[in-house]
């Protein structure tokens, strides 16, 4: 296979012709829609009802412990940081997790 260079006014128009999409910024996206976090006793009563049994005293202790150490952190989008382990601790109540994993998934992004 034949390679050819090409002249410097070939690549000066080569150069030229490209379209460069513009940067954007981060004030520049459009805002997501937020959704509402889970509310303490929503992930209580999700848990309860699947495990009448449960110790409500320590998923409230955990939930409050992760929003107060997480406080007003927010994440590159915007969202607050609390959000994420919130979210994981959801995924789990679906599942039908035990006590302590739904504490563990509020916890694990405190340490």
């Known amino acids: 296979m034949a390679y050819r260079r090409r002249s410097s006014i070939q690549m000066q128009a080569a150069t030229e012709t490209v379209a460069v999409a513009p940067a954007s910024s981060a004030a520049e996206r459009p805002a997501r829609p937020r959704t509402r976090m889970m509310r303490q006793y929503d992930l209580v009563e999700r848990v309860r009802s699947y495990n009448p ?51 563990a998934a509020l916890l694990h992004d405190t340490i």
């Open 53 to 103: 049994d449960t110790n409500e005293d320590l998923l409230n202790r955990a939930y409050v412990y992760a929003m107060k150490a997480h406080g007003t952190q927010t994440r590159a989008s915007g969202d607050p940081y609390f959000s994420h382990p919130l979210e994981v601790a959801a995924i789990l109540t679906n599942l039908k997790l035990d006590d302590a994993t739904i504490v």
